[in-house]
């Protein structure tokens, strides 16, 4: 029996940043955790420029190509967590800008979220990527991963080093997100169903 999908997907473009390393971190958690099978979508790979499509997301009439594989690589997904940054109390333009190209892709999959940033974590980004999932009829998880300056989490190396809390909420998010994927799957087919008929 194939194992659902996860997701990872890096927030930030910014060179230099942290997501990288703690995305790293968290998918390598995800594969030994083992009930996921887990690929990490980068969005500076992805490179998608500011939303140019001129149809609304919800009828999925895209009309470029770089739109059309970004909806390939989130429709395959059966559950998500992003990792993110927080820009000035809020949630990066990267990562607004790629959830605002799709719609029906989001739906009724398991949202969870790795924030990182200075005293607060990026709580405050974390709590505006929740309102966002919810308006797109994700599921989004209680707990987030908050990691508190980040800055002395880095490895001279480039890596990432948590601490023992931060370890733990890993083991929780996993937790939930597994119990989620698990639950909503005959809801997604069920959807998915009706919509081919």
């Known amino acids: 029996m194939t194992k659902p999908l996860l997701q990872v997907i890096i927030g930030s473009t910014r060179p230099g940043r942290a997501g990288g390393p703690v995305a790293d971190w968290f998918a390598a958690q995800a594969r030994v955790d083992d009930r996921f099978d887990v690929e990490i979508?980068?969005?500076a790979e992805v490179g998608l420029p500011l939303l140019d499509e001129p149809n609304h997301p919800r009828l999925r009439d895209y009309q470029?190509?770089?739109?059309?594989?970004?909806?390939?690589?989130?429709?395959r997904a059966d559950a998500f967590v992003f990792v993110?940054?927080?820009?000035?109390?809020a949630i990066n333009a990267a990562t607004k800008n790629a959830i605002d190209y799709l719609f029906h892709e989001w739906a009724h999959k398991p949202l969870g979220i790795v924030s990182y940033g200075g005293i607060s974590g990026g709580l405050r980004a974390a709590q505006i990527l929740?309102?966002?999932?919810?308006?797109?009829?994700?599921v989004t998880m209680p707990d987030t991963v908050i990691i508190p300056m980040i800055g002395t989490l880095r490895?001279?190396?480039g890596g990432f080093a948590p601490t023992p809390i931060i370890e733990d909420s890993a083991v929780q998010l996993l937790d939930q997100l597994s119990d989620l994927t698990e639950s909503m799957s005959p809801l997604r087919e069920?959807?998915?169903?009706?919509?081919?008929n």
């Open 84 to 89: 993110i940054p927080e820009y000035n109390y």
């Open 155 to 157: 490895t001279p190396e």
């Open 130 to 138: 929740k309102q966002i999932g919810t308006a797109l009829k994700m």
């Open 190 to 196: 069920r959807i998915l169903t009706a919509a081919a």
């Open 64 to 75: 470029h190509e770089h739109t059309k594989a970004w909806s390939a690589i989130i429709d």
């Open 41 to 43: 979508i980068d969005l």
